[in-house]
């Protein structure tokens, strides 16, 4: 893609954030099914010992995990939740319980009180986006929280982008901090993005 990268992500961003918000709730949660179900079937979730999963939140336009995150508890994996840090480009993740925060962006996050995992910790990162490539690239929210984040993960940690697949696109600007993913979970499939 030629010209000014952020100028492009912001239009790429634009145009993809459009198309998720165009969804109804009901296409979001029929289709968010299906992605669940592609992630809980991942060998990944049952061939190595995870100790833990970093999830998200999901807001009404986005991928939900509520189904996903309720299997992996069942299977004894435990699973955290980003908050921001306030004057910093950084994650951290916590464990909720009845009690959730209202983050800086007006997100639910976990309160600071709740025990927290470190990011070395944590076996496997489900990574929201805007948009995603098929070969691993992801277009976030424009913050950089989440490429700041995943580049203190544990180099055998995972990162599994979720979109729909109208998010789905050919190609992506990307700068040197651009964090990639490993596999991209969809309503149609799991994409392996990578070879570790």
Known sequence: MAGNVSSDK???????????RALSPEVVQRWGGEVQKHLAALPLFSDRIIRAVGVYD????????????VELSSRGVQCVYPRV????R????????ETWA????GIRE????????????IDVFI???????RDGRRLGRGAGYYDSTLALRDRRAQTIGVAFDCNVVDDLPTEPHDVTIDFLATENGVIVTSVR
């Open 90 to 97: 950084e994650l951290v993740f916590h464990e909720v319980g």
């Open 58 to 69: 999901a807001q009404p336009f986005e991928v939900p995990l509520a189904e996903f995150i």
């Open 10 to 20: 912001a239009a790429l961003r634009k145009e993809a954030e459009n198309r998720r």
């Open 110 to 121: 976990p309160p600071s009180q709740s025990p927290r995992r470190a990011i070395d910790e």
């Open 102 to 105: 209202r983050g800086p962006f």
């Open 85 to 88: 840090v306030k004057g910093t």
């Open 127 to 133: 990574v929201p986006g805007v948009a995603f490539t």
